[in-house]
């Protein structure tokens, strides 16, 4: 067997979803990545009783599309795999590049970037590598990405960027070590400057938590 593997480039189109409208009287503009499961559109509930004429929420979709049980019929998304991830990490980090620009974000608003479980990884790669200037990084429930230094993130303290990291203490997904071995992470990423916030409760996003923030 003589197997080859190949790659074609071409164009394409994703969708995105937005919540509220972006007006004078918008002060917070959030980018919002979700978790493996969700569509963006389902995502942006947890964010519907915050004041809609004070926030504009922009939430990007995962690429890879697949149906969540064998009845076929809910269907999620997911970020990355171990498979091919460095091709599908650059594919990604255009798409988001794409809608930033689309989106056209005043720079006197308050941009904030959220990132829930998988959607952690994906929030962090980009404001890292593009140097996004955000008001405040919210990553809840998820992994840094371990190729990520201190100097890849330097320039948020620089700005004044504030940075929290929320871990729910009944999470099935982060053992005790796991919670210990971020804890460090995140002191020796950020030098101290994140506020880290463990709240009561499972893999779930924390409304109260996302309220507070505004």
């Not at 959607?119 to 990405?145: D, E, F």
């Amino acid at each position: 067997m003589n197997l080859n593997q190949k790659r074609a480039s071409y164009t394409t189109d994703h969708p995105y979803t937005t919540l509220n409208r972006l007006t004078a009287h918008t002060q917070n503009i959030w980018m919002v990545f979700h978790g493996m499961g969700y569509l963006s559109r389902y995502f942006l509930r947890y964010f519907e009783t915050l004041p809609p004429a004070e926030n504009y929420f922009i939430a990007p979709q995962a690429p890879s599309k697949y149906y969540l049980n064998d009845t076929f019929r809910h269907v999620g998304a997911s970020w990355l795999t171990k498979e091919d991830t460095q091709i599908e990490i650059s594919n990604i980090l255009s798409y988001i590049d794409t809608v930033y620009r689309m989106e056209n974000i005043p720079k006197e608003k308050n941009l904030i970037v959220m990132g829930y479980s998988q959607g952690v990884s994906i929030a962090m790669r980009w404001v890292a590598s593009r140097k996004i200037p955000c008001h405040h990084l919210v990553l809840h429930s998820g992994g840094i990405p371990k190729e990520l230094d201190p100097e890849d993130v330097s320039f948020l303290l620089e700005q004044g960027t504030r940075i929290s990291v929320w871990v729910g203490n009944k999470d099935a997904y982060i053992t005790k070590e796991r919670l210990e071995s971020e804890q460090e992470r995140v002191q020796h990423l950020f030098k101290g400057a994140a506020k880290l916030t463990i709240f009561e409760g499972e893999h779930k996003v924390n409304i109260d938590l996302i309220k507070s923030l505004v």
